[in-house]
């Protein structure tokens, strides 16, 4: 059933699904008790798709309000809409998460550095192609004017919410995709809110890693066995869907391994992989060329460095790399 955009997918469970699965286009989940409470997961970066997600779910609430609010993670697409929730619903996320969305790029810079592509992005460089990628990872969104509202609960490993005569279990799986990715259970209904850890049709990023944290997290999510997971970003899935994620970081793994063991640098190790026939399977998958960001990552730490967030000059080569080979014609353009 659908409700303006969004989709039923559970006895009073609701989510507003934007299946390409673009840079922004990020899910978001209701989970309602009627006549008495509801729960929001995760908002969204662009101010008016987050007003429009917030004025079709009213009438779902109307004898329901939101008490309790989750964003699963840091990246500002699945929190920068927090505003539009209402100022007494409590949200929470994994005090890891917190941590980094106050060491995140707030709207403003990203706003800047969007801008700036638009502007110079067609000049040769590393710089002009990190920016100019920036700008396709805005996607045209309009982004608030300031850092939204921040979560005023954390948690470390599970919390357990009573969402009216609701239990909702939280569990943080991270770090994997980021310092602290957060999943939404909602056993009763058979659903789950994987948040960034299953992408469905959308090429996965691993910013923080260890790449093992996230194959242990994919088999906890297999575990449960839900009828409904909805992803970061998307079209709703199923164990399928999470297991062709992990035979695609497996594959990467693999692959990647080899040509880093070669010496190859993180751009032609893409180039390689991507001419591959093994490939294929994945190439159909939104924003391919993010493999390479993926690879960064996973290069950085076979350099012996630590699992971590990204410095904005690893940030800043990595987008480089993936608008470089977008112009050398090696991935279609979005």
């Not at 209701?30 to 779910?57: F, M, N």
């Not at 609430?61 to 209402?86: I, K």
């Not at 924003?287 to 000059?313: C, H, K, M, Y």
Request: charged share 20%; aromatic share 8%; hydrophobic share 40%.
């Amino acid at each position: 059933m659908e409700h303006g955009g969004l989709t039923q997918i559970g006895d009073a469970v609701w989510a507003f699904v934007r299946p390409g699965g673009g840079w922004g286009e990020a899910n978001t989940g209701l989970v309602v008790s009627p006549g008495a409470a509801s729960l929001v997961v995760d908002t969204v970066w662009d101010v008016a798709w987050a007003k429009r997600i917030s004025d079709v779910q009213r009438p779902l609430v109307a004898d329901a309000p939101v008490t309790e609010a989750v964003n699963t993670h840091s990246d500002g697409d699945h929190w920068w809409g927090n505003d539009t929730l209402p100022p007494t619903a409590r949200i929470t996320t994994s005090a890891a998460a917190l941590d980094a969305m106050h060491e995140d790029l707030p709207p403003a810079g990203l706003r800047a550095l969007a801008t700036a592509g638009e502007l110079i992005g067609r000049m040769p460089g590393p710089v002009s192609a990190a920016v100019a990628y920036s700008a396709r990872v805005r996607a045209g969104a309009r982004f608030p004017r300031r850092t939204p509202r921040l979560p005023d609960r954390t948690f470390d490993t599970t919390l357990r919410l009573t969402v009216g005569d609701r239990t909702v279990d939280l569990e943080r799986l991270g770090p994997c995709h980021t310092a602290g990715d957060v999943v939404v259970h909602v056993p009763d209904a058979g659903v789950v809110f994987t948040g960034d850890l299953l992408w469905v049709g959308s090429t996965p990023i691993l910013w923080n890693g260890p790449l093992d944290n996230w194959f242990a997290a994919l088999d906890r999510l297999i575990g449960w066995d839900a009828a409904v997971y909805v992803p970061g970003h998307g079209s709703t899935g199923t164990v399928d869907d999470l297991r062709a994620l992990r035979d695609y970081w497996l594959w990467l793994r693999d692959v990647g391994h080899v040509h880093h063991e070669r010496g190859t640098s993180v751009r032609q190790a893409t180039r390689e992989i991507v001419r591959s026939n093994e490939f294929g399977r994945w190439s159909s998958w939104h924003a391919p060329e993010r493999l390479v960001l993926s690879l960064s990552t996973l290069f950085d730490q076979w350099n012996g460095n630590p699992p971590g967030a990204p410095t904005i000059t690893r940030r800043a080569r990595a987008f480089a790399d993936a608008e470089t080979l977008l112009r050398e014609g090696l991935f279609r353009t979005p």
